[in-house]
């Protein structure tokens, strides 16, 4: 049997950030769920921060993949040019799968995250490797220097898939690319078992951003925010806690052992201490993106902040309200799944926000049947086109 030998750029399984790490999980389990189709065995390698061989544990399945660290600048270049087995390495791939960790490929998060995620493209278009852009948002591109280069390199894709119908408009309005088809994320199709919480009470999960919280990289709000996500945060855990029969937990989708910057977990624990009430609880710290999504899905309802945490909710059935701070949550949401049930900081002020949370809280039972019907048509039919996609490419 044939040998596939496939390249994974930008999803690391292991980041702190697990809806990064959902999205290598996914790929992963839908490629092994491919494989017999393809009648070839699939050797996969994920490019970027690990090394060496890893299991990737998928319910009570294991996953073999291998790592390797990624070419994402002239430096990194250069040095592999001296040692002429690490840079023949990147020659052996056949197909160059990349997923821009979902959102990225942009300059929302700054100019030299693009330029990293955008130099592996160069990179595998010059040694003529076949690339195939994942699920993902593409754009919006404030700089025009950068736009021109994201549009040289999406043109020169073999197959651009994108996951909401914004960023595929903006593909098939400002480039050449004809390969490209309007998907859903990934992060939708990563398998899960429910945790158990107690059902005596209304269980809701909140995802708090610590970048938000922060006000962003700068902490100047660069993501132009209309109004104060702290204080939203703290009138939405205030509203709720007057609520009979409930408890809250923070849900931090961000887990790492130091303050960073992105820690949701630190920015929770703080949040609970000052508000020093019993209803109000800190979930357990997620070791893998898919222990996050058995932990959400027993949740009775779930506001958030991070999409892979909205998406783990939506994903499993739970009726949630996502507070969105760019397009991708608003073409994911409302445009992709018709699902207006959502707070925009960019054009929203609190009180706008809270107004209409608390009603998607109370119309719990109605959003819950919308989605199991989004599930069964929209998703499940992006979810075999995906495959079908992957298929034609990974035959090409």
């Not at 544990?57 to 390797?68: L, M, P, R, T």
């Not at 999406?154 to 119908?165: A, G, Q």
């Not at 708090?208 to 855990?237: C, F, H, M, P």
Request: hydrophobic share 40%.
């Amino acid at each position: 049997m044939k040998t596939k030998k496939i390249a994974l750029l930008w999803a690391d399984p292991f980041n702190g950030n697990r809806g990064v790490g959902a999205l290598a999980y996914s790929v992963v389990y839908l490629l092994n769920k491919l494989e017999p189709e393809l009648n070839s065995n699939l050797d996969i390698t994920i490019l970027g921060t690990i090394s060496g061989e890893n299991i990737l544990k998928i319910n009570d399945k294991e996953y073999k993949v291998k790592g390797a660290k990624c070419l994402n600048s002239f430096k990194s270049l250069l040095f592999k040019l001296i040692n002429p087995k690490l840079f023949i390495s990147y020659f052996k791939y056949d197909y160059i799968l990349d997923a821009d960790y979902g959102d990225a490929y942009s300059d929302i998060y700054g100019i030299d995250t693009f330029k990293g995620l955008n130099f592996t493209k160069i990179f595998f278009r010059l040694i003529n490797k076949p690339q195939l852009l994942l699920p993902q948002t593409i754009g919006p591109y404030k700089d025009e220097t950068v736009k021109k280069q994201a549009i040289k390199s999406i043109n020169s894709c073999h197959t651009v898939l994108t996951r909401d119908k914004l960023s595929n408009d903006y593909v098939l309005k400002n480039t050449t690319q004809e390969n490209v088809f309007e998907l859903i994320d990934i992060a939708f199709f990563m398998p899960y078992e429910s945790d158990t919480l107690d059902k005596s009470f209304v269980n809701i999960g909140i995802g708090v951003s610590a970048l938000l919280w922060r006000g962003g990289y700068t902490g100047n709000n660069e993501l132009g925010l209309k109004t104060d996500y702290q204080d939203l945060i703290r009138d939405i855990i205030t509203l709720l806690l007057k609520k009979d029969k409930i408890r809250i937990y923070l849900v931090p989708h961000v887990v790492m052992g130091d303050p960073h910057l992105e820690n949701d977990y630190a920015i929770s624990k703080e949040i609970i201490k000052k508000f020093d009430n019993p209803k109000l609880l800190l979930s357990p710290f997620f070791i893998t993106p898919i222990e996050a999504k058995n932990f959400i899905s027993a949740l009775d309802f779930f506001i958030g902040s991070r999409m892979h945490a909205c998406i783990a909710a939506f994903s499993s059935g739970i009726p949630v309200f996502p507070i969105g701070y760019s397009r991708k949550f608003n073409g994911l949401f409302e445009e992709t799944l018709a699902y207006p049930y959502m707070g925009d900081l960019l054009t929203e002020n609190s009180e706008y926000i809270i107004e209409k949370l608390n009603a998607a809280f109370e119309n719990r039972r109605k959003l819950k049947e919308i989605i199991k019907i989004r599930m069964n048509s929209t998703v499940k039919e992006r979810y075999n086109i995906l495959m079908e996609k992957l298929k034609k490419f990974l035959n090409s």
